[in-house]
């Protein structure tokens, strides 16, 4: 049997006193779209840059394709590919330009870059679009920035918020790449505070509060009484409460 | 609402205050002190001069604090704190108070010149000659007063040329006419063209009518309300002239400014300049190649880096070019022979506050890609450091074409000997660069023409590193100099750049070191924000 795609024990990790991660525990099945949920501040960004090696866990396990990081670093970074929550594109190139850099950083010969950096502008409807990225929307830049993670074809995607600030029809072109990318064989662990989204594309589905995984396991295993995503999950946060209303709003 | 700004930018610095604190209050106390040593001479001078010294030293000396305070931080291309208008616009902020503090905030480029200026007022009140203590009224007003028209003329000078500075094309041009305002005299004088001296040019900026000649009568009791009059008009002019600014910077869109054309966007097929950028794979290979062909195209696109490079060229001149005698193939002194090197070693450090100093800061929270790819940080920092070469090299041609132009004793030996000379400094440089690259990153904003490329603390430290930086070559001249023989001054020069090379391995070690222990340190400051006051 194949190892996950992600094994992740007791993982921590804390700024000063404050823990952002507190012994995470986690496993993501190849071939999975995972999703993970979890409130603002709950550690879901902190959990993705460690398994991507931007920041270093205070400890825990961590194996990813089956190799450990931090030790396979390398090796672990050239089958991943990442969308960021933030933006990771230097602004002074062009599209084409900067999925070209990415192909070539990711080893990839400059003419296979350019190659690849050609054609996956225009599967994202980018082929026109020639200015510098400073100057595309906040939806191109994540449609640049998908084209970035799939430009050296990776066996696990790991993305954060990719959806965030892109119109419907650019979500709708996304989440098609995605899905076919699942089809042939690829991981994804996504967050995403839309929760729909989630629920449309995730098959399984771990929930992160305060710095640990309160809950882990298909969407059925979830969704109690056929209740929506939203509500299982503002359920398990036990987050249910009732609007409070200010005197002078 | 000033309290209001005030706090918040407090608040905004909090997080960066603690590291460093120690580190900034020394630099910050080498520097000021300096000026404070400064201040006392000043105080000395004038509490001891006659009047007649007085009478014709004060004009100039405040015509002296006058350029510093308005043309430094242009020739030094770091315009001082600012207001960040993008965060500041939302809000229902009368503009009269945010110019206020607009004006204030000018102080960031001129409180070495207030010291100076105290130290000559105490002077003054305690010279007897020009009325001491009693006079006291007759001769603070008028300091007071010209300090306030230099606060304001600053304001309007930094909104008009931060402005002229962020338009495409029009920034080059600008920088290219201050530079021929100064030196077409200059190279006329030289050729025969002009006018012999500038003899001419004496009461002219000693007319009565001028700001720091009234300001000077009216100090020493010369037509005291005449005088203080004029400097008031003065101070009224440059109010207008700073609020009118201030305004205009309010209703321009900088970032529209520099958007791309849509008849100029980037064409599919290989351009020139395409072809250029791709000349790095010719001799390196990915992903060194790819790095330095990002980093060459990052630049060469960004607003701030252009205004930079063209400065390096022009304002190296603009600054040297008063010493040089031009022409002239006889006597020549030790700055006319080593013209080339001197002014290439000028841009190389003026270069650097927008390559080396601070490699990552126009990447910003980009930055993450560096660690995220598979690749190791020593390999971008080499990639970086080739590129500043790359455009510190372009930059020497381009003097070493500009100074043969000018006539300034430069033969092929020189060209040479310059771009051996660079080569060593840079080796220093570079190291030096790469530990402030990943010990005190910051994210700058490419846009912003008049953003300093390192942080206010490391700009204190720059002066002390600079003279350390080019003692190893300073003193390979000093051997030339004492041996009078170019044996000695190459023997020296290649001692320094053995020297340098081992510097550079140890601090890219070094470096690669601690980018890869503080990365998370490094993200957070490059993606962070600044408050409402935009910093040098």
Known sequence: MSSPAILVRDLKKSYGSKAAVNGVDLEVPRGSFFGFLGPNGAGKSTTIRILTGLIPADSGYIEILGLRLPEDEMEIKKRIGLVPDESLMFERLTGFEFL??????????????????????????????????????????????????????PELFLMDEPFEGVDAVGARLMKDILVDQVRRGATIFLTSHVLEVVERLCDRIAIINNGAIVTAGTLEELRSNGESLEDAFVRVLGAERQLERLDWL | MIAAILRAQLLSMRLGARRGAIFGLITGLIWYGFWCGASVAIYLLAAHAGATVLRRALPTGLLLLFVYWQVVPIVS????????????????????????????????????????????????????????????????APIAIFLLFNLLFASGLRSLVERLLSRRRIREILVVLMLSVVTIPRVLFATGAGPKSLDGLGPLIHAAALPWVAAAGSMLGESTWRALLIIAAWTLAAAWFGRTQFERNLRYDAVAAQATPLDRVPSARPTFSDRFYRLPALIFRDPLAVLIEKELRSLTRTPRFRMVFVMGFSFGLMVWLPF????????????????????????????????????????????????????RIAVTLQAKNIASMIVIYVEVLILAGLTLALRIGVGFG?????????????????????????????????????????SSRFQALVFILYPLALLPVALAYLARYAFDSQTAFVVALGLAAVLGGFLYWMALESATETANKNRERILQDLSRGEGPVASN
Not at chain 1, 110 to 117: E, K, L, M, N, S
Not at chain 2, 106 to 115: D, H
């Open chain 1, 100 to 153: 070209e850099f990415v192909g070539r950083m990711y080893g990839l010969a400059r003419d296979v870059a350019i190659q690849r950096a050609r054609g996956l502008l225009e599967l994202l409807e980018l082929a026109n679009d020639r200015k510098v990225i400073g100057e595309y929307s906040k939806g191109m830049r994540k449609r640049v920035a998908m084209a970035a993670s799939l430009i050296h074809h």
């Open chain 2, 77 to 140: 291309a770091s315009f001082g704190s600012a207001l960040d208008m993008r965060k500041l616009l939302v809000y229902p902020a009368p503009h009269g108070k945010l110019f206020v503090v607009e004006v204030l905030l000018r102080l960031t480029t001129g409180a070495e010149m207030v010291l100076v200026a105290a130290g000559a007022t105490a002077g003054l009140l305690r010279n007897s000659a020009i009325g001491g203590w009693v006079a006291a009224p007759r001769i603070l």
């Open chain 2, 324 to 375: 040089a005698r031009l022409g002239e193939t006889q006597r020549r002194g030790a700055i006319e022979q080593n013209f080339l090197a001197i002014v290439c070693v000028y841009a190389l450090t003026l270069l650097g506050q927008v390559t080396y100093w601070n490699c990552f800061g126009f990447d910003r929270s980009a930055v993450q890609i560096y660690f995220a790819a598979p690749q």
């Open chain 2, 414 to 454: 020189k060209v040479v000997e310059t771009l051996l000379v660079v080569a060593v400094c840079s080796l220093y440089m570079l190291a030096f660069g790469n530990i402030s690259s990943v010990h005190y990153p910051r994210a700058l904003t490419p846009e912003r023409v008049s953003q300093g490329g390192a």
